[in-house]
């Protein structure tokens, strides 16, 4: 039967034994009323608990954090496969106001993550705010009473505002293919790796060669029989070069922030050079391909199977992904390359187009997620009842990819174009908060109850996207995940992450419209 579950640890650890100091209450207004909070935030990854967090900073301590899960995390709590790690440095991939200087690695793995963001939430008290095991089942904005009514798998109550930090990679994709429902043996996604199941000698095709993939291969490759790796595109994979830090440099991390800071400006300003190439120059991508090429030379001495390994399209359209084991792993003699496209999948096999049939005792997917047709917008429903799926129609856009028409008091984090192909997404995510918080202080000084962008000023942004989007290394010709089914990329930030920092310093609030707080409508007597 095909089964794709999470896993867990053999003796599953309570919230109370990870957080003992924590008090888990959250307040109601009364008990016979709805309960209400004056800001609800979906998630508690980076993105819903920097938002959190800097509320909490800003003297905002009225506001609730719903949680699918029972940990802190997002994505860094899901995906637990063998080698799971960032491929943006520590010193840059954290909060700008929380450095840690503990990291151990250039690049920091899964665990150190997940454990640096408990950290962040003990540290800053956000724990007493958070719901935990609360899926969302809807969210409906209320334009009588000005609020959002929030409903979970928990409980049910309202909101003056909802910020969704959700994040974009947390529904696993799982690969559409004739007879996978047949599949008698063990299969599960990347993210929702099997830790109960032993690998150890056994017959194992991996579907997908994506980021995921080309970090769990290695890991596997020395424990299985026999790996069938099934191959749709070759990515572009540029050195790793991870490397432990010292505790001499830990220890001035410590012991003088600035040099930690400077560390971290510098892999900014280097990371960030990467846009001239995928943005404005094409041409400069060139040497970056070369640089990729000499790697898989290097690394892939058998010249056939350095021909299926070599990309056939602009660096860049795809995901550049980093690695210093992945090729050396596909050229052990247990494992084989397949880059025929798969046919059907049988009880006990798969069968590739050229009518071959491998037979495996467990496929893994390393399909990636769904992006931009993610199941979340059907739970959301603004003005006139209508979900944010159907105000989308399959083309995700929000205004700096923040705001909605006909959602008020809504905002997203991570939303249509403010991905990255270069740099950290932490850096985006704070520039959406710091706008965020803005807004909240010009509302409270104009007396606002709600806002909304305008909808000529969303399409005014969505078009100027679109057409900074054209001739860039994104829309050269590949199929990826950042475009829709229509073949719009609204997924990637087309310049500098400079230029949305700057556009997202203050709340512009001229691209608004509003409503005003009863308190501060005249009564008719006056």
Same mark, same amino acid.
């Given at each position: ?14 919230? +109370?034994?990870?957080?003992?100091? +924590? ?60 080698? /799971? +790690? /960032? ?32 950290? /962040? ?94 970090? #769990? ?138 009518g071959r049939e491998h037979e495996v005792d467990t496929i893994i997917c390393g399909t990636g997620f769904h992006v931009t047709d993610a199941p979340f917008p059907q739970h959301v429903r603004g003005l006139h009842q209508q979900t944010l799926a159907e105000k989308w129609n399959a083309s ?14 809504? #905002? ?46 969303? +399409? ?37 992450? #400079? ?28």
């Amino acid at each position: 039967m095909f089964h794709v579950r999470a896993s867990r640890d053999a003796r599953p650890v309570s919230i +109370a034994d990870r957080y003992p100091f +924590a008090d888990f209450t959250f307040r109601s207004t009364n008990d016979n009323s709805v309960p209400h909070t004056h800001i609800a935030i979906l998630g508690t990854g980076f993105s819903g608990l920097g938002m959190a967090i800097q509320l909490k900073k800003h003297g905002y301590n009225d506001f609730m954090i719903i949680e699918r899960a029972g940990d802190i995390g997002g994505t860094w709590r899901d995906n637990t496969y063998p080698g /799971c +790690a /960032c491929d943006i440095p520590s010193l840059l991939y954290s909060f700008s106001f929380a450095p840690n200087p503990n990291w151990t690695r250039l690049y920091p793995q899964q665990k150190e993550i997940q454990n640096y963001l408990r950290r /962040c939430a003990r540290r800053f008290g956000i724990l007493p705010h958070i719901r935990w095991q609360s899926e969302l089942v809807e969210a409906v904005w209320n334009e009588d009473e000005q609020r959002w009514h929030i409903t979970t798998t928990q409980e049910h109550f309202t909101a003056d505002f909802f910020i969704c930090g959700n994040g974009p990679l947390n529904e696993p994709s799982l690969p559409a293919i004739v007879g996978i429902e047949q599949f008698e043996g063990t299969i599960f996604h990347s993210s929702q790796w099997r830790h109960d199941y032993d690998l150890t000698g056994k017959r194992v095709a991996v579907i997908g060669t994506g980021a995921s993939a080309i970090q #769990f291969v290695p890991q596997i490759q020395p424990k299985v029989a026999h790996m069938t790796v099934f191959q749709r595109t070759p990515p572009w994979i540029v050195p790793r070069m991870d490397h432990p830090f010292s505790e001499r440099q830990k220890r001035l991390f410590r012991l003088l922030p600035v040099a930690q800071r400077l560390a971290r400006a510098r892999i900014y300003l280097r990371n960030e050079l990467t846009a001239l190439g995928l943005v404005y120059r094409p041409e400069v991508m060139k040497r970056g391909m070369g640089f990729a090429q000499e790697h898989l030379a290097r690394q892939v001495p058998d010249p056939v199977l350095r021909a299926k390994l070599t990309p056939h399209y602009a660096m860049g359209c795809k995901r550049i992904l980093v690695s210093d084991d992945f090729y050396p792993a596909l050229g052990k003699p247990n494992v084989e390359l397949v880059t025929e496209s798969i046919r059907e999948i049988r009880a006990h096999s798969v069968v590739t187009a050229d009518g071959r049939e491998h037979e495996v005792d467990t496929i893994i997917c390393g399909t990636g997620f769904h992006v931009t047709d993610a199941p979340f917008p059907q739970h959301v429903r603004g003005l006139h009842q209508q979900t944010l799926a159907e105000k989308w129609n399959a083309s995700p856009t929000a205004y700096l990819g923040t705001t909605i028409a006909d959602f008020p008091n809504f #905002f997203l984090l991570i939303g249509p174009y403010t991905g990255l192909g270069h740099n950290s997404m932490i850096y985006m995510i704070e520039s959406q908060i710091n706008y965020i918080l803005d807004c909240l202080r010009k509302m409270e000084r104009h007396h606002a109850q709600s806002i909304e962008v305008l909808p000529e000023a969303q +399409a005014a942004f969505d078009n100027e996207m679109q057409r900074r989007m054209q001739g860039t290394a994104w829309t050269s010709g590949c199929a990826s995940w950042y475009l829709t089914s229509s073949g719009r990329n609204t997924t990637i930030w087309p310049g500098f992450t #400079f230029e949305f920092r700057y556009r997202t310093r203050r709340f512009d609030w001229k691209h608004y419209s509003h409503a005003a707080h009863p308190s501060a409508v005249p009564s008719p007597s006056s």
